[in-house]
């Protein structure tokens, strides 16, 4: 080989290299500034550390770390963060196979034999066109169960979806692909009433304590990526 074709080709070989390096480079990590405001990252791409199973000292075999994407077989329950927040931001993005359904719990409390849903609040995921008939508030990205996102905007499953959550003070918010799509206050006369008429216990669900950030297993394939959080 010239030294002038192996030239090019190195020069070729260092341009891919360089565009892969830089496409990943945007998933999984900390700005600066994100850093420099208390950002936590609580999945680096590369490993499950700070992960378990609810209700269990270790990680289950049913979720894995797939190309960067904390991802769920469908087949190995509930998983939390093994750290506890109250006032939080949380960050992350979310992408559902045909047909699927999951979720993001919040203010998690681990209660013996009992399910992640009788505490924590859900934000819905879901292949919205796969399942045309459920009520609204169970839409993606409804707090499900209890209220309908004001905006639908959805993308169909294979794409991916970002969601921020917010409480702080008691008032919990939720976007997703930048807008706002639910809002209401944990703890008010109005939040009580709205749990007490649903299927959540009014005993254990949705109280202003600390708790674990859940991702939920519904037995479907579902995967999570550039997941980050600030305590406020």
């Known amino acids: 080989m010239s030294k002038k074709i192996f030239s090019v080709l190195t ?26 405001q208390g950002w936590i990252l609580m999945f680096d791409g590369e490993t499950t550390e700070g992960w378990r199973g609810y209700n269990q000292a270790g990680f ?17 329950g509930d998983v939390i963060f093994d750290q506890k927040f109250l006032n939080f931001h949380l960050k992350l993005d979310w ?12 203010l998690a409390r681990e209660l013996e034999g009992r399910p992640i849903w009788h505490s924590a609040p859900e934000i819905q995921i879901l292949d919205n066109d796969a399942h045309p008939n459920v009520n609204p508030d169970q839409f993606a990205p409804a707090l499900y169960d209890l209220i309908p996102p004001a905006v639908q905007n959805t993308r169909p499953a ?29 703890g008010t ?27 939920q297993d519904h037995s479907d394939e579902v995967w999570f990526r550039n997941i980050k959080i600030r305590e406020l």
């Open 11 to 36: 020069g070729v070989f260092a341009v891919a290299l360089l565009v892969s390096l830089t496409s990943c480079s945007g998933h999984n990590r900390l700005s600066r500034a994100e850093s420099e």
């Open 60 to 76: 289950p075999d049913g979720w894995s770390v797939q190309d960067g994407t904390l991802f769920c077989s469908g087949r190995g």
């Open 95 to 106: 992408r559902i196979s045909e047909g699927g359904n999951s979720g993001i719990f919040v």
């Open 158 to 186: 294979g794409e991916w979806n970002s969601v921020e959550v917010m409480i702080e003070r008691g008032t919990f918010t939720i976007w997703q692909n930048g807008e706002q799509v639910v809002q209401t206050q944990i």
């Open 189 to 215: 006369p109005g939040w009580t009433r709205m749990v007490d008429e649903s299927k959540f216990p009014l005993e254990y669900f949705g109280k202003l304590v600390p708790g674990y950030i859940g991702l």
